[in-house]
């Protein structure tokens, strides 16, 4: 690049990661040494970089932060209708270091990952670090009450993903969650999915935010150090997990997509921007929500070709019936359909490319958005 500060500010998130080009290496620290605004944003965003545990030059395993969230809402909740390349605009600026703008939530989100975990648990070390980062917006501010999904506020949801992950910790080997559990193998996985996390919720209430927060992360760090975490073979074992048979690779991929989808939950009730995963992650959570979807709609629903798009990629699948010609097409964001599975839209609200059969497609939707569970 030249010493022209109209090519200098898209530099500055990657600068501050210390994570530029080798071109870059010179140029950059040159202007900034001249130019005193781009300076002082540089600086802005090396401390938000400190803020968020990542060392300069060293990649970190999540890559998302309450940094920044695409926000057209008017199209799509994260900024873009489905078959359109996604808009790149910021959310509200929240003030302080961790309110960095687009250009350092590009660099959280397009950062390779350290490779500390095996693939299949990448996505959820991601959504892990992206929602401590978050909760560390919020501890000094004070709003731990501030109403999110239900019934619940900030520390409660994080109180249900205690109770959530527990399942799977318990299953690798690691132990429950005070207080003892309530339910039995023999209970319907809907009903302990309620009581274990009332339980949770009604003990974390009686003590300090910082001490949920912190036996959160304790339970996500001990899975991310499982044996299943890091080697793909003990991985590929089944198990029964909320009813559905899958290895235990993919039930990783299901933590990743729930922490996620109350990180974006606890972001959106406070104002604070969070970014949708990684692309190579969110593609690993819409492929296992497409195997589940299908399940979920036998080999004899009316056949629905159904795209999903995020940016430039595309993928297709047909669902349902193999014996007959495709009655209908769909499309949709990837984002927007997995906020659809998270119940966070419904079938009429989201987003969506049609053609063909609209019952056929509603049959889809429909199917998608009761999967629900979060």
Request: overall charge negative.
């Amino acid at each position: 690049m030249t010493d022209d500060h109209d090519g200098v500010p898209e530099l500055l998130a990657a600068w501050a990661f210390g994570a530029l080009q080798p071109a870059d290496e010179k140029a950059v620290p040159a202007h900034l040494a001249g130019c005193e605004s781009c300076a002082a944003e540089a600086e802005r965003l090396r401390e938000t970089v400190r803020l968020l545990d990542v060392s300069p030059g060293t990649a970190a395993v999540g890559n998302g932060s309450p940094a920044a969230r695409n926000g057209s809402a008017a199209v799509s909740r994260n900024g873009s209708a489905p078959g359109v390349t996604g808009g790149g605009s910021a959310g509200a600026s929240v003030g302080g270091p961790a309110g960095a703008d687009g250009v350092l939530a590009l660099a959280l989100r397009s950062r390779p990952a350290v490779p500390r975990v095996a693939a299949h648990a990448a996505p959820y070390a991601a959504a892990v670090a992206g929602l401590r980062a978050l909760l560390r917006e919020v501890d000094g501010h004070g709003p731990w009450g501030t109403p999110v999904v239900h019934d619940w506020d900030v520390r409660d949801t994080v109180g249900h993903l205690i109770a959530a992950d527990e399942q799977l910790a318990v299953r690798l080997g690691l132990q429950s969650h005070t207080p003892p559990s309530r339910t039995t193998e023999d209970t319907p996985w809907e009903e302990a999915w309620n009581t274990r996390t009332a339980d949770v919720i009604a003990y974390e209430r009686t003590r300090d935010p910082q001490e949920t927060v912190a036996t959160w992360a304790a339970r996500a760090a001990a899975l991310l150090a499982t044996p299943e975490a890091v080697d793909p073979e003990p991985a590929a074992r089944a198990t029964t997990l909320m009813g559905v048979r899958l290895p235990v690779s993919d039930h990783f991929v299901v933590r990743a997509f729930e922490t996620w989808i109350h990180s974006d939950d606890i972001g959106r009730a406070l104002g604070l921007a969070v970014p949708p995963p990684p692309d190579a992650h969110l593609w690993q959570l819409v492929r296992l929500a497409v195997r589940v979807l299908g399940m979920a709609l036998g080999p004899t629903a009316p056949p629905v070709l159904f795209a999903v798009t995020s940016g430039e990629s595309s993928t297709e699948w047909v669902l349902g019936s193999e014996d007959e010609a495709v009655r209908g097409e769909l499309v949709l964001d990837a984002v927007d359909f997995c906020l659809l599975m998270g119940g966070r839209y419904t079938p009429d609200e989201v987003p969506r490319g049609v053609a063909g059969d609209e019952d056929a497609v509603g049959n889809v939707l429909e199917r998608a958005a009761a999967l629900s569970w979060l």
